[in-house]
């Protein structure tokens, strides 16, 4: 299910992957405008998507699974990029303050475990960023882009998963109303199908975007309410015939 670093490539050097870069990364900053003084992570295929960070955060890192391969990043001579198990982050804990998820949510082996291990992570307040292919949307049935590989997710789906893993989901984005088709007339257009498509049929933009909140509590399951179950308790013979009982009897045994 995880995808490989030589695809992923080869799809964001074509102009599909491009304009849809500029596409998903243009709904990413209105959700994080400020980042300024903050440690980025990038998980997944986060490269493409972490370049307008760098200026403002006071550090910006990307993780690829192990499972994916990774290629240098960001290319300019330092290497900010590692492989890692998707579960076994090497990083301390509360050692970031965001954490964006682009092409690995969907493709992980268990993202339960996943979710766990970057709310381990992740500093008291921190947020995740995660964009996942829409269950509803045209792209999650193109296999010939990344957002056609793995689980798609609907946005109910979603909201439990990050709710189990003790994280609060804080808003909402959605993104990729173009067809995922490698057509001039329509990538030419793109950012008119973006406009149309969010006001026209939101729920079916390619991929959906959503910013979750560390939870720093659990709830606390409700009692249930206490059931009298009946028992049998042995007596003396003499109470079932409603008889005295001799003096100094107890209910279970005679004294």
Known sequence: MHLDVSDLIAFYDTPLGRISRQLVGARL???WPRVGGMRVLGLGYAGPYLQPFQAEAERVLAVAPAATGVTAWPGDGRQRVCLAAEDQLPLPDAAVD?????HALEVAEDPERLLRELWRVLAPGGRILAVVPNRSGLWARAETTPFGTGRPYSRRQLDRQLSDALFSPAAWDEALFLPPWPRRFLMSSARAWERVGKRAWPAFGGVLLVE???RMWMGIP???KSRRVPVLVPVPAAVARREPLPPG???LGGG
């Open 222 to 224: 409700a009692k249930r």
């Open 249 to 251: 009897a107890g209910v």
């Open 98 to 102: 965001r954490i964006l998820l682009v």
């Open 29 to 31: 900053g209105a959700l």
């Open 212 to 214: 979750a909140e560390k």
